[in-house]
């Protein structure tokens, strides 16, 4: 059992100078399709975004608070 030469292709993609559309249907109605995620996932959107806000929030009052209690 010898080792024979088997023929590979390659296949190589590129891009033409000319056409250079790589994804245009993301851009398209780029309005409409964020309007339609954020009305769809809103209470998620919410459910993540308010604990981390809350948390930022505490934070900053009880580093002021801090500062305000070391002034005297």
Do not use: C
Not at 59 to 68: S, V
């Amino acid at each position: 059992m010898g080792k024979m030469p088997v023929r590979m292709k390659a296949v190589v993609y590129a891009l033409s100078p000319f056409q250079q559309k790589v994804m245009p249907g993301l851009w398209k109605d780029i309005t409409t399709k964020i309007h339609h995620k954020v009305t769809e996932n809103w209470i998620s959107a919410t459910l993540l975004v308010t604990p981390v806000v809350g948390t930022y929030q505490y934070a900053m009052w009880y580093k002021e608070q801090e500062k305000l209690s070391h002034r005297y």
